[in-house]
C-alpha cells in the first residue's frame, strides 16, 4: 500500500508556471506507476499525465502536450508535475494517483489516491 501527498497548487495568472509534488510512502515506490490527474467543477475526472516505473515512457492528454511535463524520482519517492504556460481551462483540483497494475496506466482505475491540489489559474 502507499500513501501520496501532493502540494504546489495555487492562484496564478495565464501564462505563468507551476510544479505540483507528489510524495508517496513506503519502500516501493518504483514498483508504481504514477498518474495526474484533475477534476474541475461539473466536469468529469481526467488523466493529464503519466508515467511508467522508470520513467522510460510517459503519458500525456492532448490538451497539455507541449505544456506540462512529467516525471519521477525514485530515490526521492516524488513525482512531479511542471506545468507551463497555464491557461484558465487548467483550473481544476489535481490528484495524484498509483498503481502497480501496469494495464490501468492509460485508464482511472488506480489504485491509491492523493486528497488533491487546487490549481486557479486567472486570465
Known amino acids: 500500500q502507499v500513501q501520496l501527498v501532493e502540494s504546489g497548487g495555487g492562484l496564478v495568472q495565464a501564462g505563468d508556471s507551476l510544479r505540483l509534488s507528489c510524495a508517496a510512502s513506503g519502500r516501493t515506490f518504483s514498483s508504481y506507476v504514477m498518474g495526474w490527474f484533475r477534476q474541475a467543477p461539473g466536469k468529469e475526472r481526467e488523466l493529464v499525465a503519466a508515467?511508467?516505473?522508470?520513467?522510460?515512457?510517459?503519458y500525456y492528454t492532448d490538451s497539455v502536450k507541449g505544456r506540462f511535463t512529467i516525471s519521477r524520482d525514485n530515490a526521492k519517492n516524488t513525482v512531479y508535475l511542471k506545468m507551463n504556460s497555464l491557461k484558465p481551462e487548467d483550473t481544476a483540483v489535481y490528484y495524484c494517483a498509483a498503481t502497480n497494475d501496469g494495464s490501468k496506466w492509460l485508464g482511472l482505475d488506480y489504485d491509491y489516491w492523493g486528497q488533491g491540489t487546487q490549481v486557479t489559474v486567472s486570465s
Open positions: 508515467i511508467t516505473w522508470t520513467g522510460s515512457s510517459t
